[in-house]
Protein backbone atom coordinates (compact mmCIF):
# COMPACT_ATOMS: atom_id res chain seq x y z
CA UNK A 1 0.00 0.00 0.00
CA UNK A 2 1.60 3.46 -0.91
CA UNK A 3 2.41 6.20 2.05
CA UNK A 4 0.75 9.12 2.47
CA UNK A 5 2.47 12.39 0.33
CA UNK A 6 2.41 13.71 4.42
CA UNK A 7 4.21 10.69 5.50
CA UNK A 8 6.15 10.48 3.19
CA UNK A 9 7.48 13.88 3.15
CA UNK A 10 7.76 14.12 6.73
CA UNK A 11 10.11 11.03 6.09
CA UNK A 12 12.49 12.82 4.10
CA UNK A 13 12.35 15.84 6.61
CA UNK A 14 13.47 13.61 9.47
CA UNK A 15 16.58 12.28 7.46
CA UNK A 16 17.73 15.83 6.67
CA UNK A 17 17.45 16.82 10.41
CA UNK A 18 19.36 13.94 11.68
CA UNK A 19 22.20 14.07 8.81
CA UNK A 20 22.31 18.19 9.45
CA UNK A 21 22.69 17.32 13.42
CA UNK A 22 25.34 14.62 12.68
CA UNK A 23 27.63 17.21 10.63
CA UNK A 24 27.16 19.91 13.17
CA UNK A 25 28.29 17.73 15.95
CA UNK A 26 31.27 15.97 13.70
CA UNK A 27 32.47 18.76 12.85
CA UNK A 28 32.53 20.82 16.21
CA UNK A 29 35.72 19.99 18.39
CA UNK A 30 35.12 18.95 21.96
CA UNK A 31 33.94 20.87 24.05
CA UNK A 32 37.48 22.44 25.92
CA UNK A 33 37.21 23.08 29.81
CA UNK A 34 37.72 25.75 31.32
CA UNK A 35 41.26 27.37 32.69
CA UNK A 36 39.80 27.21 36.20
CA UNK A 37 38.64 23.61 35.69
CA UNK A 38 42.12 22.83 34.26
CA UNK A 39 43.21 24.15 37.36
CA UNK A 40 41.41 22.94 39.86
CA UNK A 41 41.07 19.37 38.35
CA UNK A 42 44.70 18.24 40.86
CA UNK A 43 43.16 19.87 44.07
CA UNK A 44 42.28 16.98 46.47
CA UNK A 45 38.85 16.56 46.55
CA UNK A 46 39.04 16.00 50.72
CA UNK A 47 41.95 17.01 53.65
CA UNK A 48 42.83 16.93 56.69
CA UNK A 49 43.88 19.60 58.81
CA UNK A 50 46.07 18.59 62.69
CA UNK A 51 44.68 20.73 65.24
CA UNK A 52 45.71 21.75 68.76
CA UNK A 53 43.88 19.86 71.69
CA UNK A 54 40.63 20.51 73.14
CA UNK A 55 40.63 23.61 75.24
CA UNK A 56 43.41 25.35 73.08
CA UNK A 57 42.87 27.72 70.68
CA UNK A 58 43.95 25.64 67.35
CA UNK A 59 40.91 23.55 67.54
CA UNK A 60 38.03 25.85 67.38
CA UNK A 61 40.11 28.07 65.13
CA UNK A 62 40.97 25.02 62.61
CA UNK A 63 37.05 24.27 62.81
CA UNK A 64 35.71 27.78 61.92
CA UNK A 65 38.70 27.78 58.94
CA UNK A 66 37.17 24.18 58.04
CA UNK A 67 33.65 25.82 57.44
CA UNK A 68 34.68 28.82 55.33
CA UNK A 69 37.02 26.14 53.20
CA UNK A 70 34.49 23.81 52.56
CA UNK A 71 31.60 27.10 51.50
CA UNK A 72 34.26 29.18 49.49
CA UNK A 73 35.98 26.19 47.44
CA UNK A 74 33.65 24.02 45.36
CA UNK A 75 33.79 20.01 45.72
CA UNK A 76 36.33 20.47 49.25
CA UNK A 77 35.45 18.39 52.10
CA UNK A 78 37.65 19.13 54.94
CA UNK A 79 38.20 16.93 58.63
CA UNK A 80 39.58 18.50 61.72
CA UNK A 81 41.61 16.04 64.29
CA UNK A 82 42.78 17.20 67.56
CA UNK A 83 47.00 17.09 67.09
CA UNK A 84 50.31 18.86 68.81
CA UNK A 85 52.88 21.00 67.19
CA UNK A 86 55.43 18.37 67.27
CA UNK A 87 53.33 15.87 66.67
CA UNK A 88 51.60 17.70 63.68
CA UNK A 89 55.30 18.01 61.82
CA UNK A 90 55.18 14.60 61.53
CA UNK A 91 51.90 13.67 60.59
CA UNK A 92 52.29 16.31 58.09
CA UNK A 93 55.33 15.48 56.75
CA UNK A 94 54.05 12.12 56.26
CA UNK A 95 50.65 12.98 54.54
CA UNK A 96 48.96 10.37 55.20
CA UNK A 97 46.78 11.38 58.36
CA UNK A 98 46.97 14.50 57.78
CA UNK A 99 47.69 16.97 55.21
CA UNK A 100 47.44 20.35 56.37
CA UNK A 101 48.68 21.23 60.37
CA UNK A 102 49.01 23.76 62.93
CA UNK A 103 52.64 23.81 64.43
CA UNK A 104 54.61 26.10 66.27
CA UNK A 105 56.95 28.82 64.68
CA UNK A 106 59.70 27.86 67.35
CA UNK A 107 59.96 24.51 65.83
CA UNK A 108 59.12 24.36 62.67
CA UNK A 109 62.50 26.10 61.29
CA UNK A 110 64.57 23.70 63.08
CA UNK A 111 62.40 20.89 61.71
CA UNK A 112 63.12 22.25 57.90
CA UNK A 113 66.24 22.94 58.58
CA UNK A 114 67.41 20.00 59.78
CA UNK A 115 68.97 21.12 63.39
CA UNK A 116 65.97 19.99 64.89
CA UNK A 117 65.42 16.72 66.68
CA UNK A 118 62.88 15.61 63.34
CA UNK A 119 63.86 16.74 60.01
CA UNK A 120 60.72 16.71 58.43
CA UNK A 121 61.45 17.22 54.56
CA UNK A 122 58.01 17.00 52.74
CA UNK A 123 56.17 20.22 54.44
CA UNK A 124 56.09 24.15 53.77
CA UNK A 125 54.64 27.01 55.57
CA UNK A 126 51.70 28.72 54.29
CA UNK A 127 50.98 31.24 57.13
CA UNK A 128 50.41 32.64 60.30
CA UNK A 129 47.46 32.60 62.62
CA UNK A 130 47.32 33.80 66.02
CA UNK A 131 49.78 34.08 68.77
CA UNK A 132 50.07 32.01 71.71
CA UNK A 133 51.78 32.19 75.27
CA UNK A 134 53.44 29.37 77.18
CA UNK A 135 51.69 29.89 81.02
CA UNK A 136 52.90 27.71 83.81
CA UNK A 137 50.02 28.07 86.48
CA UNK A 138 50.02 27.08 89.97
CA UNK A 139 46.69 27.37 91.97
CA UNK A 140 47.59 31.08 93.55
CA UNK A 141 47.65 29.81 97.60
CA UNK A 142 50.16 27.53 96.32
CA UNK A 143 53.57 27.04 97.99
CA UNK A 144 54.81 26.88 94.47
CA UNK A 145 56.77 30.30 93.44
CA UNK A 146 59.49 29.36 91.05
CA UNK A 147 59.86 26.44 88.55
CA UNK A 148 62.86 25.44 90.91
CA UNK A 149 59.79 24.61 93.51
CA UNK A 150 58.59 22.12 90.38
CA UNK A 151 61.49 19.67 91.08
CA UNK A 152 59.49 17.38 93.61
CA UNK A 153 56.06 18.34 92.94
CA UNK A 154 53.18 16.75 90.16
CA UNK A 155 53.88 18.51 87.28
CA UNK A 156 51.42 18.02 83.92
CA UNK A 157 53.63 19.45 80.77
CA UNK A 158 50.59 18.60 78.08
CA UNK A 159 50.92 15.58 76.25
CA UNK A 160 53.94 14.13 74.46
CA UNK A 161 53.93 16.45 70.89
CA UNK A 162 52.49 19.28 72.45
CA UNK A 163 54.21 23.05 72.44
CA UNK A 164 53.51 23.01 76.15
CA UNK A 165 55.44 19.94 76.75
CA UNK A 166 58.20 20.94 74.51
CA UNK A 167 58.49 24.45 76.12
CA UNK A 168 57.91 23.20 79.60
CA UNK A 169 61.36 20.86 79.13
CA UNK A 170 63.32 23.29 78.12
CA UNK A 171 62.36 25.84 80.96
CA UNK A 172 62.95 22.72 83.02
CA UNK A 173 66.43 22.48 81.20
CA UNK A 174 67.67 26.00 82.02
CA UNK A 175 66.98 25.12 85.38
CA UNK A 176 68.66 22.19 85.49
CA UNK A 177 65.79 20.15 86.27
CA UNK A 178 64.73 17.32 84.20
CA UNK A 179 61.42 14.80 84.36
CA UNK A 180 63.59 11.93 86.03
CA UNK A 181 64.33 14.57 88.38
CA UNK A 182 61.05 15.48 89.91
CA UNK A 183 60.13 11.44 89.74
CA UNK A 184 63.15 10.98 91.24
CA UNK A 185 62.49 13.14 93.82
CA UNK A 186 58.95 11.90 95.07
CA UNK A 187 56.75 13.98 92.02
CA UNK A 188 55.12 12.92 89.29
CA UNK A 189 54.94 13.91 85.18
CA UNK A 190 51.33 13.46 84.00
CA UNK A 191 50.97 13.66 80.28
CA UNK A 192 46.73 14.91 80.11
CA UNK A 193 45.43 17.25 77.65
CA UNK A 194 44.79 21.19 78.64
CA UNK A 195 41.05 19.78 79.20
CA UNK A 196 41.96 17.71 81.93
CA UNK A 197 43.67 20.42 84.10
CA UNK A 198 40.60 21.26 85.98
CA UNK A 199 39.28 18.09 87.29
CA UNK A 200 43.51 17.53 87.97
CA UNK A 201 44.05 20.14 90.12
CA UNK A 202 40.61 20.48 91.58
CA UNK A 203 40.84 16.86 92.81
CA UNK A 204 44.61 17.31 94.07
CA UNK A 205 46.10 15.22 91.48
CA UNK A 206 48.82 17.93 89.62
CA UNK A 207 50.23 20.61 91.68
CA UNK A 208 51.20 22.42 88.79
CA UNK A 209 50.45 22.72 84.59
CA UNK A 210 51.83 23.70 81.43
CA UNK A 211 49.70 25.21 78.56
CA UNK A 212 49.65 27.12 75.33
CA UNK A 213 47.06 29.59 74.13
CA UNK A 214 45.48 32.69 74.17
CA UNK A 215 45.44 34.81 77.37
CA UNK A 216 43.51 34.73 79.04
CA UNK A 217 43.13 30.51 78.37
CA UNK A 218 39.88 28.91 78.61
CA UNK A 219 41.30 26.45 80.36
CA UNK A 220 42.66 28.76 83.13
CA UNK A 221 39.43 29.74 83.26
CA UNK A 222 37.49 26.84 83.94
CA UNK A 223 39.73 26.19 87.01
CA UNK A 224 39.66 30.10 88.37
CA UNK A 225 35.72 29.41 88.64
CA UNK A 226 36.88 27.19 91.37
CA UNK A 227 39.84 28.65 92.74
CA UNK A 228 42.36 31.57 91.52
CA UNK A 229 45.35 30.94 89.54
CA UNK A 230 48.56 32.55 89.29
CA UNK A 231 51.44 32.13 86.63
CA UNK A 232 55.34 31.38 87.69
CA UNK A 233 57.84 33.54 86.10
CA UNK A 234 60.92 32.75 84.40
CA UNK A 235 64.30 34.73 85.60
CA UNK A 236 65.32 36.15 82.88
CA UNK A 237 68.72 34.38 82.20
CA UNK A 238 67.07 31.33 81.92
CA UNK A 239 64.37 32.78 79.58
CA UNK A 240 67.25 33.52 77.54
CA UNK A 241 68.74 30.29 77.49
CA UNK A 242 65.41 29.11 76.29
CA UNK A 243 65.34 31.57 73.32
CA UNK A 244 69.02 30.66 72.44
CA UNK A 245 67.74 27.24 72.07
CA UNK A 246 63.92 28.16 70.40
CA UNK A 247 65.02 31.19 68.31
CA UNK A 248 61.88 31.70 66.96
CA UNK A 249 60.28 32.24 70.14
CA UNK A 250 59.66 35.38 71.75
CA UNK A 251 59.23 36.97 75.67
CA UNK A 252 56.03 39.50 76.14
CA UNK A 253 54.96 40.74 79.38
CA UNK A 254 51.22 39.57 80.76
CA UNK A 255 49.96 42.29 82.74
CA UNK A 256 48.68 41.51 86.54
CA UNK A 257 44.96 40.92 86.73
CA UNK A 258 44.39 38.87 83.95
CA UNK A 259 43.35 36.27 86.11
CA UNK A 260 42.14 36.25 89.29
CA UNK A 261 45.56 35.27 91.69
CA UNK A 262 47.88 37.05 89.22
CA UNK A 263 48.94 40.33 90.96
CA UNK A 264 51.85 41.01 89.47
CA UNK A 265 53.07 41.46 85.85
CA UNK A 266 54.38 38.10 84.77
CA UNK A 267 56.91 37.16 81.42
CA UNK A 268 55.91 34.33 79.00
CA UNK A 269 57.42 32.73 76.50
CA UNK A 270 55.35 33.54 73.25
CA UNK A 271 54.87 31.94 69.69
CA UNK A 272 53.34 32.18 66.08
CA UNK A 273 50.80 29.29 65.68
CA UNK A 274 51.57 28.80 61.57
CA UNK A 275 49.86 26.28 59.09
CA UNK A 276 51.88 24.20 57.17
CA UNK A 277 51.24 21.86 54.27
CA UNK A 278 52.59 18.44 52.69
CA UNK A 279 54.74 19.45 49.84
CA UNK A 280 52.48 17.04 47.48
CA UNK A 281 49.45 20.01 47.98
CA UNK A 282 49.18 21.82 44.43
CA UNK A 283 50.72 25.10 45.01
CA UNK A 284 47.87 26.79 43.37
CA UNK A 285 45.35 24.98 46.18
CA UNK A 286 47.30 26.39 49.14
CA UNK A 287 47.74 29.77 47.68
CA UNK A 288 43.51 29.92 47.58
CA UNK A 289 43.32 28.19 50.77
CA UNK A 290 45.27 31.28 52.91
CA UNK A 291 43.51 33.69 50.30
CA UNK A 292 40.02 32.65 51.57
CA UNK A 293 41.44 32.44 55.00
CA UNK A 294 42.68 35.77 54.67
CA UNK A 295 40.02 37.66 52.94
CA UNK A 296 37.09 35.94 55.64
CA UNK A 297 39.44 37.38 58.44
CA UNK A 298 36.43 39.29 59.75
CA UNK A 299 34.26 36.37 60.16
CA UNK A 300 36.62 34.57 62.15
CA UNK A 301 37.91 37.11 64.36
CA UNK A 302 34.17 37.80 65.23
CA UNK A 303 33.93 34.41 66.88
CA UNK A 304 37.32 33.97 67.52
CA UNK A 305 39.22 36.97 68.44
CA UNK A 306 42.16 35.44 69.69
CA UNK A 307 43.11 35.12 65.65
CA UNK A 308 45.20 38.17 65.64
CA UNK A 309 47.94 37.36 62.48
CA UNK A 310 45.27 36.16 60.10
CA UNK A 311 45.89 39.44 58.04
CA UNK A 312 48.13 40.18 54.60
CA UNK A 313 49.96 42.63 56.96
CA UNK A 314 50.86 39.87 59.95
CA UNK A 315 49.99 36.60 58.32
CA UNK A 316 54.46 36.08 57.82
CA UNK A 317 55.00 36.70 61.48
CA UNK A 318 57.70 33.95 63.08
CA UNK A 319 58.24 32.85 59.65
CA UNK A 320 60.70 33.09 56.67
CA UNK A 321 60.86 33.32 53.19
CA UNK A 322 62.77 29.79 52.98
CA UNK A 323 60.27 27.84 54.36
CA UNK A 324 57.22 29.60 52.68
CA UNK A 325 55.13 27.85 49.93
CA UNK A 326 56.39 29.88 46.71
CA UNK A 327 53.26 30.68 45.20
CA UNK A 328 51.32 31.33 48.85
CA UNK A 329 54.57 33.74 49.46
CA UNK A 330 53.85 35.39 45.90
CA UNK A 331 50.68 35.83 46.83
CA UNK A 332 51.19 37.32 50.61
CA UNK A 333 54.14 39.61 48.29
CA UNK A 334 51.22 40.89 46.33
CA UNK A 335 49.08 41.44 48.58
CA UNK A 336 51.30 43.77 50.65
CA UNK A 337 51.95 46.25 47.58
Known sequence: MA?????????????????????????SSPQEPSSEQETHEDWPRSIVIASGPTGGPWYPTMVKCSEILMREISS???NVIEGGAESNIRLVNEGVDAQIGMTSSAILHPAIDGTGDYKAENITAIGAVLTSYAQIGVLADSSIY????LANKRV????????SEVIFSSVLDAYGLTYDDIRNNGGSVSYVAWSEYASLIKDNHIDAFCLCGEIPHSSIMEIEASKPVRL??????????????YPYLFATE???????????PVTLLGYSGVLIANKSL?????????????????????????????SWERIMSGLTDEVMSPEVLKLINSKKK
Open 3 to 27: KHPIIRTWGVLSLIICLATLFVFGC
Open 76 to 78: LTV
Open 146 to 149: SIND
Open 156 to 163: APGKHGFI
Open 232 to 245: LPIEPDKLQAVLNK
Open 254 to 264: MPAGIYDGQKE
Open 282 to 310: PEDFLAKIIEVLAEHKDEIVNELPFVDLL
